[in-house]
């Protein structure tokens, strides 16, 4: 996982994350945001359709070992589960092809994002560290739209939806390609609370309720691509693409345990961008520069896991 070889971009990765440390302090060792989290393993097992979207390997295999972090949002390592801001929650989901090989799909329980560019969701992380981010709200609709949408807290971690943030260009055998953006549904149905039965719950409900379903069996997911038509656009994580476009199933995931290693959390870092054959990047600004927040901040993890050593 190489770094951009453009210099503005590494710069505004640092920028980002130095204002993650504004918003939310410095915690070393954990990440800027979605700093708490768990990590589970577990088995992808591709859908008979999913060769017809994509020829990437873990599409064509039998079945592909897979890693899964869960998250709360911000950077607070202690944030209970129940606070809201600790929504939207995150899914990182690694496919291990092989040795020191891998694809990863990052992703949130909000369907979209408030920013088309890291330039402005800079600009509103300044605006969200100086008390007052109405004025920005005010002149960026999608963002206004993105902070004021619905964002429940789950009953569970297994039985939300997440929702990938960007699009990519799926390739099949045939090298017939279509864009698509990820959903990962829970087979146990979508499950939410309201406020007051969020509040009365302990502050670590969502990691506690998690070992306990997974004690009990796989915690159980379904892996969809929904598929743009042409003209559609897709460089632009703001925008929903119409209901009714079709939906791929790409397989189910099914995690059956916790990761066996405990310092899993420090060293692994995710990686946005697809970077396996079947599957590729769109044009999306985010994409680059997401990789580059990643690859940075988890090298500054590591750091400080090294130091404590």
């Known amino acids: 996982m190489p770094l951009p070889s453009d210099e503005r971009i590494i710069q505004l990765a640092n920028d980002l994350i130095a204002q993650f440390d504004v918003l939310f302090g410095l915690h070393p060792g954990f990440r800027p945001a979605h700093a708490k989290g768990v ?10 359709e999913a060769a017809a979207l994509t020829r990437a390997p873990h599409a064509t295999r039998a079945s592909t070992p897979v890693i899964a972090r869960f998250s709360d949002s911000t950077g607070l390592p202690s944030i209970p589960d129940n606070d809201p801001n600790a929504n939207p929650h995150g899914l990182a989901i690694r ?6 090989v891998h694809t990863d799909i990052v992703s949130h329980s909000a369907d979209g994002f408030p920013t088309r560019t890291g330039q402005e969701f800079l600009e509103m992380l300044r605006a969200v560290a100086a008390g007052d981010p109405s004025a920005f709200m005010a002149s960026h609709p999608a963002a206004l739209a993105f902070a004021q949408s619905p964002k429940p807290s789950p009953a569970s971690l297994a039985t939300e939806a997440y929702f990938g943030v960007t699009a990519f260009r799926f390739i099949n055998q045939k090298d017939e390609a279509r864009y698509g953006r990820y959903r990962i549904m829970p087979a146990a149905g979508l499950k939410h609370l309201d406020d007051a039965a969020a509040k009365a719950l302990d502050g670590h409900y969502l990691f506690d309720e998690l070992a306990s379903r997974i004690a009990a069996g796989p915690v159980q ?16 994580a703001t925008i929903h693409w119409p209901a009714d476009r079709p939906i791929v199933h790409l397989g189910s995931i099914a995690l059956t345990g916790y990761a066996p290693d405990d310092d ?10 697809p970077r396996v054959d079947g599957i590729e990047p769109s044009g999306d600004p985010l994409l680059e520069l997401r990789a580059a927040v990643y690859l940075i901040s988890g090298r500054r993890r590591r750091q400080a896991a090294q130091a404590h050593a």
């Open 39 to 48: 990590m589970l393993s577990g088995t992808f097992t591709p859908a008979p």
């Open 264 to 273: 899993l959390h420090r060293r692994i870092i995710f990686d946005p961008i």
């Open 95 to 100: 496919f291990q092809l092989g040795e020191h």
């Open 221 to 236: 997911f379904d892996l969809l691509v929904q598929v743009a038509k042409p003209g559609d656009t897709v460089d632009d």
